[in-house]
């Protein structure tokens, strides 16, 4: 892509994430302004009813009084009617952190009295948030334009996990690609298979790597790799011969170790169950993409002993800078289905963990940095890609990869 069509796209892309946060703010106002006037112009119509009906009923004719009441109430309903929806409409359409959950419960409890003014008020809580959230992260990107603290000396290279892929309408890593652009980053994807071995996806990756390398004429790459692309990207520079090509490999919340809980539901599923399932998800991954997905191959190379066995034959390149991130769940209520389930598990045989991977085993190379909340749900696996585009109260997830690749600037990658 061109450097004009990149600023092109990236222009487009803020100019729509601004216009859909202005058009969220506008519909939070609307709401909390239909919530006031719904309250007291409620309360005002009562009195006024109240007032004829008692203190003075004989002040006009009850026919007057009640044709001008009833089209006073009438007029107050239509009003308050459009204001709603204007903003129920703006919110529905552009919040990211309403969710599906949220979006049910509002209209389950639209027609609940009294319980559909506690709904309004959670959804209004959690959009003006955002809104202001959005708002501020907006500013600081401006603020800092000029600096791009994100341009790095060599490009990016993002490497996804294992089971998903690189899709152009539905990004791996969520809003982190677009955060680093606005910051001075340029980004290029793994897009290697999503379920094979860590050989195969590591031959896949050197190929990619080589082409970019020579495509653009950049020397070397930088690589973030979340979970099993850890371990794809470490094969492919101690066993593919990319070595020269690589600056850095920082690896989010990847099983160096392996996971023991991998070896036990392995020892534990019959053979003839395992091959049922990896069929399934062949099936299902060639229609994503995959030219040919090996689900088996890709779990076992997932395991404790798979992963020890690998790592004593894969020594890392001194030529290049090795670091690690990992993170925590503080609760199997913390992350979404599967981290849900597979949490207590996990933290039964490898300790703390983010759903699917344990501290231990994502620490890797010169330097480790653990991700954690003092309170409230923790980071999960699927948080540190982002997954669910959620905000995680007491931690910024874009900001976090934007430091982290101004970090790699400072130090020469």
């Not at 044709?67 to 009617?81: K, Q, V």
């Amino acid at each position: 892509m061109k450097n004009s069509d990149k600023i092109l796209s990236m222009l487009t892309g803020q100019k729509t994430a601004i216009r859909r946060n202005k058009i969220l703010a506008g519909g939070v106002a609307r709401l909390k302004l239909f919530l006031v006037t719904t309250v007291t112009g409620s309360a005002l119509l009562i009195l006024s009813l109240l007032y004829h009906l008692f203190i003075k009923p004989h002040t006009t004719t009850g026919f007057a009084w009640g044709t001008a009441y009833l089209t006073e109430l009438l007029i107050f309903i239509l009003l308050e009617f459009i204001l709603f929806w204007s903003g129920i409409i703006r919110v529905y359409t552009t919040s990211v952190q309403l969710g599906i959950k949220w979006r049910i419960i509002g209209i389950a409890c639209g027609f609940i009295p009294f319980v559909h003014i506690w709904a309004l008020c959670r959804i209004i809580a959690i959009t003006s948030r955002e809104a202001a959230f959005e708002k501020e992260k907006y500013l600081l990107d401006q603020v800092r334009a000029e600096s791009r603290i994100c341009e790095t000396k060599y490009p990016l290279l993002l490497v996804h996990g294992v089971f998903f892929r690189d899709f152009r309408f539905f990004n791996y890593w969520g809003r982190i690609p677009y955060a680093l652009k606005q910051n001075g980053a340029v980004v290029y994807y793994g897009s290697q298979q999503s379920a094979a071995s860590v050989a195969s996806c590591g031959q896949e990756l050197a190929e990619r790597i080589r082409s970019i390398v020579q495509e653009t004429g950049c020397g070397k790459v930088n690589i973030i790799a979340h979970s099993k692309g850890g371990l794809d990207s470490r094969y492919a520079i101690s066993a593919c011969g990319v070595s020269s090509c690589v600056a850095s490999l920082t690896t989010i919340n990847t099983p160096h170790r392996g996971c023991i809980f991998a070896d036990y539901l392995l020892d534990k599923i019959p053979a003839k169950v395992q091959k049922s399932v990896a069929r399934k998800y062949n099936t299902a991954l060639k229609k994503f993409g995959d030219s040919n997905p090996d689900f088996l191959s890709a779990v076992q190379d997932l395991t404790a002993s798979a992963c020890a066995h690998r790592n004593e034959k894969l020594p890392d390149c001194p030529d290049v800078y090795y670091q690690s991130v990992g993170s925590q769940m503080n609760r199997a209520s913390s992350g979404r289905f599967p981290l849900n389930m597979a949490y207590p598990l996990v933290r039964h045989f490898d300790g703390a963990n983010d759903g699917l991977v344990s501290l231990e085993s994502a620490c890797w190379g010169e330097h480790f940095t653990q991700l954690a909340t003092p309170e409230g749900r923790g980071i999960s696996h699927g948080d540190m890609i982002d997954l669910n585009r959620e905000n995680i109260p007491g931690f910024d997830m874009r900001e976090f990869y934007v430091n982290l690749v101004a970090d790699l600037k400072n130090r020469g990658f």
